[in-house]
């Protein structure tokens, strides 16, 4: 199996490459790139590899721009510091994910994957179909701002000006940075879809939250993070237990 790595941190670049080989001792990398412009580079000057590993954020753009630049014709595992929301895109197509720090086991699943679709899928045309869908859903665009009923007028919030949504009394809030609390249109369901996953994380059913709202992050009782919002006076903000490990990877990005 050959391999190519993209990833523009060394050290994440060697720790991968070592553990696919640990794994795959037949596996070999036919390269590492770093950035856009040296991957296009290389996949227009090199055989198709039979897998690649590929981070989303690197020095010189996001690394979906290199579907745009050239015709990609393998298939393609990210890695990533983003969370789980950032990812729903690839949970429906037949390219993987692997969020870091990069689990060993999940690697292997990856691969197991691989495998699987490599058996499948025996078309460049297949292939690639597939990889233009993820690229679509990546390149989408989140909303900039929401339009809210103040009386008989309507009137405009920016998303960078709120701080969090929340729900309660059958209803849907946003909290903005001057401390006024609207009713928006859409549930939370919604309304995780719609907004940057970057920007916003989903904590638990009731609040979607901004890196920028959190004044205070505690450890609390079975392994969960209790959060002190700012403009919020509710005093049981928690951070659901199976979420925890996403929202600390969420914030160290």
């Not at 309660?168 to 249109?185: G, I, M």
Request: aromatic share 10%.
């Amino acid at each position: 199996m050959n391999v190519l790595i993209i990833e523009d941190e060394a050290q994440a670049a060697r720790l991968l490459e070592s553990l696919i080989t640990e794994l795959v001792p037949h596996a070999h990398v036919m390269g590492r790139t770093d950035s856009v412009k040296n991957s296009v580079k290389w996949l227009e000057s090199n055989p198709a590899p039979d897998l690649i590993f590929m981070d989303i954020q690197l020095g010189d753009g996001l690394s979906f721009e290199i579907f745009e630049k050239t015709e990609v014709k393998s298939p393609v595992v990210f890695t990533t510091a983003y969370d789980e929301y950032a990812l729903k895109a690839f949970k429906v197509n037949s390219i993987d994910y692997i969020l870091k720090p990069i689990d060993k086991e999940e690697l292997q699943a990856a691969l197991k994957k691989y495998s699987n679709l490599s058996g499948s899928l025996t078309t460049s045309s297949a292939l690639t179909g597939s990889i233009n869908k993820v690229v679509e859903l990546l390149s989408r665009k989140y909303k900039e701002r929401f339009v809210v009923k103040v009386g008989e007028h309507l009137r405009t919030i920016e998303v960078k000006d709120i701080y969090y949504f929340y729900s309660a009394d059958k209803a849907t809030f946003c909290q903005t940075r001057d401390n006024r609390r609207q009713v928006l249109d859409l549930p939370l369901d919604q309304l995780e879809d719609v907004v940057d996953p970057l920007l916003f994380f989903r904590i638990n059913r009731k609040y979607l939250v901004s890196a920028s709202s959190l004044q205070d992050i505690i450890n609390y009782t079975n392994s969960r993070l209790k959060l002190v919002l700012a403009g919020s006076e509710d005093n049981d903000i928690i951070v659901s237990r199976e979420r925890v490990q996403a929202f600390r990877q969420w914030l160290d990005r």
